[in-house]
């Protein structure tokens, strides 16, 4: 089983709005990371959690929110969005954390689409 | 800063042909790993191959192999007899120590 679920895989909020994204996945897997990708363009990086805490937050807004509440969920909270902020959220695991073993594998979930109206 | 180019937007190859979609990086690290990832309309992006900086030898998984060259900081992919199922965006990804970047990706058609 390789599969890492994201849910909604669609989500439209206001500006004014509180969300969640959510993300399990069940291969044992250690380190996981949120992903923002804007359309014709390619992933980017913004949080990455090793053994359940955050380890890199490459300068992403308050308005995101990471929590991991155990090792096979990743959560991402959204507050006071932007439409700018309407992007493709992905969400991967791999078996440890890239500082550990960097050869670890990235496996991708569908992503959620996002619309911030 | 760890860069990845993709200079082809767009690509198209026959059905059963070869393509090779181009990579190159700009790194000062010694020890790092490359990747290529496909993203198909479905979103979901999957791991085509993928190539550790320290070796020499190319890797290869089935029909899809890499020419790496690392004086030259390049990393190309070739598809050999092209299949309708390889359409897709194909993006070149370098990773490192706390650092996980992505081309901009090439569009692969495949004609029938």
């Known amino acids: 089983d390789t599969e890492v679920t994201q849910t909604p895989k669609h989500l439209v909020m206001g500006m004014t709005n509180k969300k969640s994204l959510k993300c399990e996945q069940h291969?044992?897997?250690?380190?996981m990371y949120w992903y923002k990708q804007k359309a014709k363009k390619p992933p980017e990086l913004m949080f990455v959690y090793s053994y359940e805490k955050l380890s890199i937050n490459e300068s992403v807004p308050s308005r995101f929110s990471p929590e991991c509440p155990n090792s096979s969920l990743l959560n991402l909270h959204l507050h006071a969005l932007q439409p700018e902020d309407s992007a493709l959220y992905l969400c991967?695991?791999?078996?440890?954390?890239?500082?550990?073993?960097?050869?670890?594998?990235?496996?991708f979930g569908a992503g959620t689409r996002l619309s911030v109206l | 800063a760890q860069t990845v180019t993709q200079s082809q937007p767009e690509m198209s190859v026959q059905e059963a042909e070869t393509v090779t979609l181009s990579c190159t990086y700009d790194t000062s690290e010694s020890d790092y790993y490359l990747f290529w990832y496909k993203q198909p309309p479905s979103r979901q992006m999957i791991l085509v191959i993928r190539q550790e900086a320290y070796k020499q030898q190319n890797a290869t998984e089935n029909r899809f192999s890499v020419n790496f060259q690392k004086a030259a900081k390049s990393f190309s992919l070739k598809i050999s007899d092209s299949q309708l199922g390889d359409a897709a965006m194909y993006f070149c990804a370098y990773r490192s120590f706390n650092d996980m970047r992505f081309g901009a990706g090439t569009r692969l058609t495949v004609k029938p």
């Open positions: 991967a695991s791999s078996l440890r954390r890239m500082a550990d073993q960097a050869k670890n594998i990235q496996y």
């Open positions: 291969m044992g897997h250690r380190a």
